[in-house]
């Protein structure tokens, strides 16, 4: 099917209208053609890709050039759907001309649509910097897996009323900021719904509830591709791993055992050929 690219006024008009906005994580070219093939409106190269492909322990280490080279692969594998590039730990801390300068290599160079960011009020400057300078920003508030450690570790935010209360002038600082979206991870689903209702811009949730504007799922915890730990609030949708190591084991099998590769898989030669070449 021959689909539009997704614009940031469809996905404003999404939430206008009640709509719910899909967001996957891809990282490379096959996985981003799947994705956009599937009509998910928002793909994110998310800094997840540390984790979930490079194999590193945090998010943390993963730098603007690992991740510019994943965003270029993505944009490749995608027509329509709307990409949005996740700046690194430290790429937008150092200073606001730092946090401008390599929001735009996402865009110049990898040919993402927008950057995501993350942290509250905070980096609203920030966030308006990259914004007046004409890049799309989408926000992420809550659990922050950049700076987790501030946050003693992967745990649920916003529990009690302050830091609730904190959470909702983030949101808000940001929306002010010109963010286009807000990213909301493993909050309470009441105060995902109140930040909703009171945003003008879409939310979307991973970890937060049903009442957001939309949803995010790493791609790897969706089909079964890592299991060093699930959070409660994924859902694996299908389990690839077995399946890929029981087609590995029997690839494996019929190498040795030498019934791969079969006739079908091979290329024959003429016998007058063959016989010419025995002489
Ligand atoms: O890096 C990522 O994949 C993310 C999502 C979990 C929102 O930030």
Redesign the pocket.
Known sequence: MDRKKVTLAELQQKKDSGQRISMM?AYDYPTARLVDEAGIDTT?V????AMVVLGYES?VPVTVDEMLHHCKAVKRGTKSSFIIG?MPFMSYHVSVEQAVENAGRFIKEAGCDSV?LEGGSDVAPVVNAIVKAGIPVCA?IGLT?QTATKLSGFRVQGKDADSARELVTSAKDLEAAGAFMV?M?CIPDLLAARITKELTIPTIG?GAGVHCDGQ?L?YHDLVGLFDRFTPKFVKQYTNLSPKIKEALIQYKTEVENGTFPGPEHSFAMKQEEAEKMEN
């Open positions: 994580t994110l998310g800094d997840s890709l998010t996740d995501k992420h897996p990213v991870e991973i995010v790493v």
